[in-house]
């Protein structure tokens, strides 16, 4: 009895010094109204303040240079190293989704006034004239460079990567060196593409016609349909992109991918100059425009 009350002691004071511990101090996290984590605090005077102010008034986005929206003191804990609770843009999370991506993302951010005021400037004019409210992202996160380590150790450098509440842009290859206009709108296209993609995952169902007119193909090889898999015969059976796997046929995501990139990158004229001969080619792509336009993209 003697050995129980003591053990019984002892979890009573530790109970008692992990309460007061975890409470001194200890600021409240209140979501009473999220937009403000995207918000630079009203104390903020600074030039970056400012500019980020000035782009939500002007664009309704919000503009970060930070993945880290907030980080707050908790206190300390039983060694008494400071505790914080932290909140990320966290783009692996995707709202609605049944499941979340397992892959690690990191940033390498843009640290002058100089780069942050030539890459709002850059979104304003080549992004976002291509964007009805319906499409306009949330937020942009504007950095130098993004890096995606997948759960096999596969690290790739995106363009730009997106979420329900943001879109990264990754600024290195406009900032390397001066780019010609024709480079920056195919930037652009990129990013539209992410921004487009992102939009499209929640209107599944608006490309049913798309998918249907090579329902019969996706993931299948090219020896099972016939065919040698030259651009021209995949053109002919309505793909302009080879599978992913040598000898097959794209999956359902990447050949409607292959089309919302060329669709964004190119005009009416040069599609039906590359395909106008290929008539089911031209029927899907004639679907992507009215789905994009209705998604909120302008040509």
């Known amino acids: 009895m003697k050995t129980q009350a003591y053990l019984l002691s002892l979890l009573a004071v530790a109970a008692t010094v992990l309460a007061a511990c975890g409470s001194e101090d200890t600021p409240a996290i209140s979501y009473d109204n999220p937009s403000l984590l995207f918000q630079p605090a009203d104390s903020d005077q600074s030039s970056t303040a400012a500019l980020r102010r000035r782009f939500f008034g002007e664009t309704g986005s919000y503009l970060l240079f930070n993945d880290t929206l907030q980080r707050v003191y908790q206190g300390t804990d039983i060694t008494g190293q400071p505790r914080y609770f932290t909140e990320t843009i966290d783009l692996a999370y995707d709202i609605g989704s049944s499941s979340n991506s397992s892959s690690v993302y990191s940033f390498t951010y843009l640290t002058t006034e100089k780069e942050q005021t030539e890459m709002a400037q850059f979104v304003k004019d080549y992004i976002l004239p291509h964007a009805t409210k319906r499409l306009k992202p949330y937020s942009f996160f504007l950095c130098n460079r993004i890096s995606v380590t997948t759960s096999n150790k596969v690290t790739t450098t995106p363009y730009a990567v997106a979420n329900e509440r943001c879109v990264a842009v990754a600024a290195n290859y ?17 990013v539209l593409n992410t921004l487009v993609a992102q939009a499209a995952k929640n209107n599944t169902n608006a490309f049913r016609a798309f998918y249907a007119h090579s329902a019969n193909y996706y993931n299948r090889t ?27 046929f794209p999956s359902q995501d990447s050949d409607l991918s292959a089309f919302i990139t060329s669709a964004i990158l190119y005009d009416d004229a040069w599609l039906a100059n590359t395909y106008g001969r290929y008539s089911v080619v031209m029927a899907k792509f004639a679907i992507v425009r009215q789905v994009l336009a209705a998604l909120g993209y302008v040509a």
């Not at 090219?222 to 992109?241: C, H, R, V």
């Open 222 to 248: 090219y020896t099972s349909a016939g065919i040698k898999g030259s651009a021209d015969e995949l053109a002919q059976l309505g793909f302009i992109s080879s599978g992913g796997t040598p000898g097959s």
């Open 174 to 190: 406009l900032l390397q060196r001066p780019r010609t206009e024709a480079q920056k709108k195919n930037f652009a296209g990129r």
